[in-house]
């Protein structure tokens, strides 16, 4: 089923942080200048920013790949590298972003902050870091680490103020032409309108609120029925409903039973849903009777609810909704913000110590740990001092002590990513 008419899958990559340089001090007259390797720089983050002038998901469709740069690799005379500016990237408030391959909620773009959803990678440690009284000239320098990257599906969540609901062909198309710039197509048929149908409603010279026509429920949306749940959801982040109910009956149906109905439909599908505010229009007053509007006011007044009679079609009782709208919207509290699933973690990416130490056969064990190919790529093999550090790196995470608990014996082959050493004690 599909979820929201907006959908962009994109790949999100932030930028990997610069390599830590292996240099050492060369000036005249100074013998034995020692290391001066700097720092390499952090990489770029990948930043959503909600813009209002953006409605759609549109760009995404036509770049799919969205990388942030790599920072700069560090230099002598310990000159650190340049952090790699973050990629800031535009889209519509409201947007969700959701890791595709798991479907957790990674931010919700609604407010007025910038939302970091993938952070780059933090630079490299230059070869002056590991200078020690007995290494004095250490030939190694530290790699930058990979910054976050995963297959992004965003997902443009309506954000209006106010959702008008109501079964199929009740006025709500009309209403909202007629109270707002929006022209969705008006006919004379169920299911006219497949999308929500979004206006911004003015009430004065800086007073105004979204409103959306929300497609026709009918019963059984909850379970899915049309297009019942991709209509529901649309509700959702709306902070008051205009409830429509044709009073007249002109379809053959009985107004009391279609209120009845379509709020069943919302608790069915969210009980705080259903518990929203709601403004009750009795739409279609100019054909309805007398006892009709009384019967179905004095219900929806026994309920608590504000109710009032329009004819969206001849514009009677169009004129004073919106400042009544306006001034309800003033008592409630904010559009509602969802709260991410995904917790990114406030560890620099790849500073894990994990590692996996597995028998592949009689003389062959393998281990498997990201962070520790980081470190052999970022060693010089061909010298001794910088692969005497990296044994012991080896041995302060506890892998030579796996390794001999799993039978490890002289001579035998170890595998770390496309690397393979002879274990000797």
């Not at 005379?77 to 947007?95: E, H």
């Not at 149906?253 to 279609?258: E, G, M, N, Q, T």
């Not at 403004?279 to 054909?287: A, H, Q, R, S, Y």
């Not at 509007?293 to 504000?306: T, Y």
């Amino acid at each position: 089923m599909a979820s929201f008419v907006d959908v962009a899958k994109i790949r999100i990559e932030a930028g990997k942080g610069g390599n830590g340089c292996v240099s050492f001090h060369r000036e005249k007259y100074v013998a034995n200048g020692g290391p001066d390797g700097g720092d390499g720089g952090r990489g770029g983050d990948v930043v959503l920013v909600a813009d209002d002038n953006l409605s759609t998901l549109m760009d995404f469709r036509y770049k799919r790949k969205y990388a942030a740069q790599n920072g700069e690799d560090g230099r002598g005379k310990k000159q650190y590298g340049k952090a790699a500016p973050d990629l800031v990237l535009k889209v519509p408030r409201g947007t969700l972003v959701l890791d595709d391959a798991t479907g957790l909620l990674r931010a919700d773009v609604s407010g007025d902050e910038p939302v970091v959803i993938a952070k780059g990678g933090r630079g490299g440690w230059g070869n002056s870091h590991f200078a020690t009284p007995q290494r004095q000239a250490p030939r190694f320098a530290k790699p930058g680490l990979p910054g976050d990257a995963f297959d992004a599906r965003l997902e443009l969540k309506l954000i209006a103020d106010v959702g008008l609901i109501g079964f199929p062909n009740v006025g709500k198309s009309t209403l909202i032409s007629v109270i707002s710039a929006a022209r969705p197509k008006v006919a004379n048929y169920p299911f006219t309108t497949l999308v929500p149908q979004l206006g911004v409603v003015r009430v004065a010279e800086e007073e105004s609120f979204v409103a959306a026509d929300i497609p026709g429920l009918i019963e059984g949306a909850a379970g899915g029925a049309g297009l019942g749940h991709d209509f529901l959801r649309h509700v959702e982040r709306c902070r008051l409903l205009l409830h429509l109910v044709d009073v007249s009956g002109s379809e053959g149906r009985d107004p009391v039973a279609d209120f009845e109905k379509i709020n069943a439909e919302l608790a069915a599908f969210s009980p705080e849903l259903a518990g929203r505010p709601q403004i009750v229009l009795g739409n279609k007053c100019d054909i309805a009777t007398e006892e009709q509007v009384a019967a179905f006011r004095d219900f929806i007044e026994e309920k608590g609810l504000i109710f009032r009679t329009i004819s969206a079609a001849a514009h009677t009782g169009t004129d004073e909704l919106p400042r009544l709208v306006y001034t309800e919207l003033k008592k409630l509290p904010p559009v509602e913000r969802f709260v991410p699933d995904y917790i990114p973690s406030l560890q620099p990416a790849g500073e894990g110590r994990a590692f996996i130490a597995t028998k592949l056969d009689d003389h062959l064990f393998e281990v498997e740990a990201p962070w520790l190919e980081r470190i052999l790529a970022g060693s010089n093999v061909d010298d001794w001092e910088s692969l005497q550090y990296f044994q012991r790196q080896l041995d302060s995470v506890g892998v030579l002590a796996k390794l001999i608990e799993l039978g490890v014996e002289e001579d035998d082959t170890i595998k770390i990513g496309d690397y393979e050493f002879d274990y000797v004690f």
